[in-house]
C-alpha cells in the first residue's frame, strides 16, 4: 500500500501508489464527471439559478474525493467486501468533507461541501441540491461498468432508482425527461 501524503489535514492518509494514480484517478474523474454533468442538467430542468446549477455541478464533481483516502484495492474489489471493509469505505463522505471543509473553508462553498458530507444520507432532511447530487450519483454509478458487473442501461437504472430511493419526486421527474433526450440500448 502506498501512503504519497501525510495526514496534513486531520483525515487518513492517501493509500495509492503513484505508478497507480492516474487510472485511479480517470475512473474517480470519469464517475465524477457523469455525476457533476447530471446534478447540473437535473437542476437547469428544476428551473434552479444559476448559482445553484453550479454548486449542484460542483458537489458533483467533488462529492468522492474522500475516496482518495481508501484503499483501492478494497473500492476495486472483485469480491463482496467485509464488515470491515464496507465501515472504511463508509468513511469516504466524512473524508472528503473534511478535507475540503480545512481546505476550502470560505462560505460560497459550504453547500458544496454539504453535498459531499450527505450525498448517501437519503433522506427528507436533506436539501434539494443534496437530493440532486444523491440521484446523480446514483444514476452515474449505475450507468458506469464496475469490475465486478456490467453497467445497467439508463432505462434500468431509472428503474432501480425510482424503487430504491426516495427523494423529491421533482427530481426523479426531472431525470426520466434527461432520460428521455438520451440515445440508449
Ligand atoms: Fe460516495
Ligand atoms: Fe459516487
Redesign the pocket.
Known sequence: MGVISSTAYNVSPLFIQPSEMREWLMDLVT??FN?AITAADISAILGKSEHDILKSFLGGLL??TGKLNIDHKILNANRPLTIKEKQQVSMHSTFGYLFLENIYNKDCLKDVIKIIKH?HDYDKECTDLEMIVQVA?VF??LTETRPYRERFSKKEALCIIEKEISVDDSIIKALKSLCSGYHDE
Open positions: 464517475h465524477s455525476t462529492h468522492d450525498h450519483d452515474a454509478a
